[in-house]
């Protein structure tokens, strides 16, 4: 699962640093993925918001065996 997710990360990758930001894999367990937010996303408002409504609905579409995407 984690090659999906990184595969997944690579597709949303692009938006992220086209604002300054990105996004970086830490863990995948039992469903649950881990991802740090850098760069201009790191202490954004809005950051809740890009991790949730962005990356967390996006890996779930990709991958069903996602349950949960948490910052680390």
């Known amino acids: 699962m984690e ?6 990360l690579e597709k949303i990758r692009p938006a992220l640093q086209a604002d300054g930001g990105d996004v970086e894999l830490v863990e ?6 881990r991802v740090r937010l850098t760069g201009a ?9 890009t ?5 967390e609905r996006i ?3 990709e991958i069903p065996e996602v349950k949960k995407v948490e910052e680390a």
């Open 3 to 8: 090659e999906k997710v990184k595969t997944a």
């Open 28 to 33: 995948v367990k039992e469903g649950v993925v």
């Open 41 to 49: 996303c790191k202490g954004c408002p809005m950051a809740s918001m």
């Open 51 to 55: 991790l949730a409504n962005g990356i």
């Open 59 to 61: 890996l779930k579409e």
